[in-house]
C-alpha cells in the first residue's frame, strides 16, 4: 500500500504560478501510474493531469493544456504538478492518486492523497 501526501498549495495571484508536490510513503510510484486531480465546492472532481509509470507519456485536461505540466523524479518518490499562468477557475482543492491502469477516471485509481488547496485570486 502507499500512502500519498500533497504539499505546495496556497494563494496565488491569476496570471502566477505554483509547484504542488505529491510525495509517496509506504512504498514509491514504481509501477505507478500518477494522476492529477482537483475538486472545487459544488463540483465534480475533475481529470488534470496524468503521467504514466516509465515517466514517458503525460496526459493533460484540455483546460489545463499548455499551463501545467506534470513531472515525477528519477527516486519515484515524488511527482510535481507545475502550474502557471493561473486563473480563478484554477481554485480547488488538488489531489493526486495512484493507479496501476488508468488515466482519465478517478475510478480507475486505487489509492488517494488528502488534497492540497490551491486559490487563484483576481
Known amino acids: 500500500q502507499v500512502q500519498l501526501v500533497e504539499s505546495g498549495g496556497g494563494l496565488v495571484q491569476a496570471g502566477g504560478s505554483l509547484r504542488v508536490s505529491c510525495a509517496a510513503s509506504?512504498?514509491?510510484?514504481?509501477?505507478?501510474?500518477v494522476g492529477w486531480f482537483r475538486q472545487a465546492p459544488g463540483k465534480e472532481r475533475e481529470f488534470v493531469a496524468a503521467i504514466n509509470w516509465s515517466g514517458t507519456s503525460t496526459y493533460y485536461a484540455d483546460s489545463v493544456k499548455g499551463r501545467f505540466t506534470i513531472s515525477r523524479d528519477s527516486s519515484e518518490s515524488t511527482v510535481y504538478l507545475q502550474m502557471s499562468s493561473l486563473k480563478p477557475e484554477d481554485t480547488a482543492n488538488y489531489y493526486c492518486a495512484v493507479t496501476v491502469s488508468g488515466t482519465y477516471y478517478p475510478d480507475e485509481y486505487d489509492y488517494w492523497g488528502q488534497g492540497t488547496q490551491v486559490t487563484v485570486s483576481s
Open positions: 509506504g512504498r514509491t510510484f514504481s509501477g505507478y501510474a
